[in-house]
């Protein structure tokens, strides 16, 4: 996709969890198989996928209707696990929906034993979270409406309170559209119940991703939530710029900026 693409797809996209019911066309099912097999990070972790009939392993969730097939994945238990979950899964996220396909992500609202049993889950293995594929019915059902309504599932912080200039207290101004489209795309990433929870820190080519722990969403066989969501917002700004012609590289050079005690350093994204 190229950037106008690209942010039409981050802007429309829309967490769905009322389906038709009816299964992905086979063609639609082979580009979702294709496409993960070419799904990459920058950490080098691998993040493996699979899909799930439904039906076939007895998956649901309190939150959903009509869902046919999931998309389960697992990494190691390893340092930078959870991101490298959040970005590789946001890249599926992203293309399904240029397919016409919906996703939501789902971490705590499954019967998680379930979903890990079908998936094969082994020791030393993390599931963080799965997501439904399917066609987004053409009416949302009551109970989405009202989870929306309740996380404010429109709405996103202003640029101001998420990007900065060397410190996290100067709000970063930016004359560079590549950069700003971009930024604008980590601004509408998704993330759990919406709570945003990263901070970029810009200091020439240097943007400084990190994440402004809200609220702890942590357990041995989840992961940091919040980690993953930054991994999210990290795919958004890499993809972002890529698809403006820029080319980028993700290190991990902890630039040791005083930052607030709720705020740790996650990665760096290089513009060349």
């Known amino acids: 996709m190229n950037s106008s693409e690209l942010m039409k797809t981050v802007k429309s996209r829309k967490s769905v969890r ?6 992905l066309s086979a063609d639609d099912r082979r580009k979702i198989e294709e496409y993960i097999k ?27 209707k009509g869902e046919t097939l999931y998309v389960a994945a697992k990494t190691d238990k ?10 590789s899964f ?26 890990q049993a079908a ?3 082994e020791e030393g293995k993390r599931m963080p979270c ?15 409406v009202a989870m929306r309504t309740g996380v404010g599932a429109d709405s996103r912080k202003d640029a ?18 590549a950069v700003s489209d971009a930024l604008e795309m980590v601004r509408w990433a998704p993330s759990a119940v919406n709570k945003q929870p990263w901070r970029v820190i810009a200091d020439g080519n240097l943007f400084h991703f990190y994440e402004k722990q809200d609220k702890v969403y942590v357990n041995d066989s989840v992961g940091d939530l919040q980690k ?3 991994g999210i917002a990290l795919a958004h700004f890499v993809l972002g710029l890529e698809s403006a012609g820029k080319e980028v590289e993700t290190v991990i050079e902890d630039p040791s900026i005083k930052v607030n005690t709720d705020m740790f350093y996650i990665a760096t994204v290089k513009i060349k």
């Open 18 to 23: 009322t389906y038709d019911g009816n299964p």
């Open 38 to 64: 070419e799904i990459k990070n920058p950490f080098d972790i691998d993040v493996d996928f699979t899909l799930l009939d439904a039906k076939e392993h007895g998956l649901s969730s309190p939150v959903l």
């Open 78 to 87: 390893v340092p930078y696990a959870d991101v490298a979950f959040g970005y």
């Open 90 to 115: 946001e890249k599926l996220v992203l293309y399904a929906w240029s397919l016409g396909i919906g996703t939501v992500w789902i971490g705590g609202t499954m019967k998680r034993e379930t979903f």
């Open 119 to 121: 998936l094969g889950l």
């Open 130 to 144: 799965v997501s439904p594929l399917g066609y987004p019915a053409k009416h949302r059902s009551v109970k989405e």
């Open 160 to 177: 101001k309170n998420l990007f900065f200039d060397k410190t996290p207290d100067t709000p970063l101004v930016c004359d560079d559209k």
């Open 228 to 230: 993953v969501d930054v």
